[in-house]
């Protein structure tokens, strides 16, 4: 396989990796690292009247991904996978799938169901 | 206090050239998806200024976020407009999910053709588009509606 091959591999593995890994966490509610930014700390279980931050915790879900998915780009059996068109529309469905899906979560959420 | 107005200005100083460097490259991008000529130097160009402001911008959000959450969301949108909470919360997610785009878009060649991994490419830079513009029109609204 070829440099270029490497390079495509690595950019498709990078991108699914990632959206998997931040999407699971954000659907499925995996455990992550929250910031307290009133006490400037960091905690797995938050109280209920906590303000909190999951955010950061989502992106290190999101980079997780990314650092387990890159090295499989080595592989040469995964350079010619990432080749076929098909995988691409992968990566672009898991993509606008977790878009829409965090709208609608993040809509009926804060839009629908919190009165002000 | 100060650090925070700085901070947020350099945040919208930074987000304001990188709607630019986005949109230029989403609409390249559309025009290669319909088969017209685009020029390579610049569609080489723009993601890598894409990429470098987006993190830009994506650090110095990152930063001045905590006092954002607590000055801003939680004393105040939360409570009494809820949707501009939740407007703000899809854009972070969304430029989570858009930063391994930027980074494939930096990677994928720019100049094969009609190629599968081509057309993927442009549809990266136009998802991207649609990230930045969102974020950046919730952004400098937030700004104007409730600033640090």
Not at chain 1, 69 to 92: D, K, N, T, Y
Not at chain 2, 29 to 37: A, D, E, M, V
Not at chain 2, 131 to 143: K, R
Request: aromatic letters at 10%; charged letters at 10%; a positive charge.
């Amino acid at each position: 396989m070829s440099a270029p091959d490497r390079t495509n591999a690595s950019a498709i593995c990078l991108s699914l990796g990632a959206l998997l890994g931040y999407a699971a966490a954000y659907f499925f509610g995996l455990p992550k690292p929250i910031y307290l930014p009133v006490e400037g700390a960091w905690t797995f279980a938050p109280g209920p009247e906590s303000i909190t931050m999951g955010w950061y915790g989502l992106m290190l879900w999101g980079l997780a991904g990314a650092v387990v998915a890159l090295p499989w780009a080595r592989l040469s059996r995964v350079q010619a996978v990432c080749r076929r068109p098909w995988v691409m529309g992968v990566v672009l469905a898991l993509l606008v799938a977790s878009m829409l899906g965090i709208a609608g979560t993040e809509f009926v959420h804060w839009i629908l169901t919190h009165e002000p | 206090m100060h650090w925070n107005k700085l901070l947020l200005l350099t945040h919208a100083a930074v987000a304001i050239p990188l709607i630019g460097s986005s949109v230029h490259n989403g609409l390249l991008s559309i025009r290669n998806l319909l088969g017209r000529p685009t020029p390579v130097r610049l569609r080489r160009l723009y993601p890598q200024v894409t990429l470098a402001l987006y993190l830009a911008a994506l650090l110095l959000g990152s930063i001045i976020y905590p006092a954002f959450r607590v000055e801003v969301r939680a004393a105040h949108l939360d409570v009494v407009h809820p949707w501009a909470t939740g407007l703000f919360e899809i854009k972070e997610h969304w430029v989570a999910l858009g930063i391994p785009l930027v980074i494939a878009q930096v990677l994928l060649p720019s100049d094969k053709g009609r190629a599968p991994v081509t057309r993927f490419r442009d549809l990266l830079g136009v998802a991207t588009m649609i990230i930045v513009v969102w974020a950046g029109v919730v952004g400098l609204g937030l700004v104007v509606m409730e600033p640090l």
